[in-house]
C-alpha cells in the first residue's frame, strides 16, 4: 500500500511570493492534515480536511489556506510568504475504524523563503 | 487550548539502556496520547498511543503509561539499540469523531552510543 506523498520535497521561494504544496493520502483514507514544523516551534498543527471540507483549523493566519478534493487529495496554499514561514510542511491522512487517531505522515515539503 | 510540554529536549543513553521522555498536557479532557519517532529526513512515524481508559501499554521494548490525575504520561524505551537513535514526540488531543487535531510537544532528540 502507497504510503502519503508530498510534492514538491524541496523549493525555495522569495518574500511576497506564494506557494502550493500537494499531498497524495494512502488509498482510502478521506482525512488529511497539515503541520508546520520548525526547530524553534516544533509540530503544529495547521488544519485538516476531511470528505472536501475545513474540520479543523489552527492558530495560523489567513495566508495559509487548504482544499481537498474528491479524490481525497489536498493541497496547501501560502500566499505573501514571510522569511519565517520556511519549514518543513508535513501533511497527515488517517482513516477510521480500529485505528482512528494514528497519523500517517509523508516526509514533507521542505520550503525556503528568501 | 491544549499546551503539551516534553523534556528531556536532548537525550544521550548508552547502547542497552533504558531512555524515559516525559510529557505533560494541560486539557483534561484530552483522551488519547501517541507518540511519534521521526528519523532523519522522514516524516513523524507512531510507535505506540494509549487512550485515557488505561495506564499502561507495552509493545515489545516500548511501554507507555499515562497518569490522569496529574496530567502526564512517559515513553519508556529498555535495551536500547542504535537504530533507536530519532526525534521523539509525544502528543495529546481529543479524539472524537470530529477528526483530528494533535498537539505536539516540542521533541526530544535520542541518541543511543554503542
Known amino acids: 500500500k502507497a504510503g502519503v506523498t508530498q510534492t514538491p520535497r524541496y523549493l525555495i521561494k522569495t518574500r511576497g511570493q506564494q506557494v502550493t504544496l500537494s499531498c497524495s493520502p494512502i488509498?482510502?483514507?478521506?482525512?488529511v492534515s497539515w503541520y508546520q514544523q520548525t526547530p524553534g516551534q516544533g509540530l503544529q498543527f495547521l488544519f485538516e480536511?476531511?470528505?472536501?471540507?475545513?474540520?479543523n483549523k489552527g492558530n495560523f493566519p489567513g495566508r495559509f489556506s487548504g482544499r481537498q478534493f474528491s479524490n481525497s487529495r489536498s493541497e496547501m496554499n501560502v500566499s505573501t510568504l514571510e522569511l519565517g514561514d520556511s519549514a518543513l510542511y508535513l501533511c497527515?491522512?488517517?482513516?477510521?475504524?480500529?485505528?482512528?487517531?494514528?497519523?500517517?505522515f509523508g516526509e514533507g515539503s521542505r520550503l525556503t523563503v528568501l | 487550548g491544549e499546551n503539551v510540554e516534553q523534556h528531556p529536549s536532548t537525550l544521550s543513553v548508552q547502547e542497552g539502556d533504558s531512555a524515559v521522555i516525559k510529557c505533560t498536557y494541560s486539557?483534561?479532557?484530552?483522551?488519547?496520547f501517541p507518540w511519534y519517532k521521526q528519523e532523519l529526513g522522514k516524516g513523524p512515524q507512531l510507535i505506540i498511543d494509549?487512550?485515557?481508559?488505561?495506564g499502561e501499554k507495552k509493545d515489545q521494548r516500548i511501554a507507555v503509561t499515562l497518569n490522569k490525575t496529574a496530567k502526564h504520561f512517559s515513553l519508556h524505551i529498555t535495551e536500547t539499540q542504535p537504530e533507536d537513535s530519532a526525534v521523539y514526540f509525544c502528543?495529546?488531543?481529543?479524539?472524537?469523531?470530529?477528526?483530528?487535531?494533535?498537539?505536539f510537544g516540542t521533541g526530544t532528540q535520542l541518541k543511543v552510543e554503542l
Open positions: 497527515a491522512s488517517s482513516g477510521t475504524g480500529r485505528r482512528t487517531g494514528e497519523l500517517f
Open positions: 488509498s482510502g483514507h478521506r482525512s
Open positions: 480536511y476531511f470528505s472536501e471540507t475545513q474540520r
Open positions: 486539557d483534561s479532557a484530552s483522551n488519547y
Open positions: 494509549i487512550r485515557s481508559n488505561v
Open positions: 502528543a495529546a488531543t481529543i479524539l472524537t469523531g470530529g477528526g483530528n487535531k494533535l498537539t
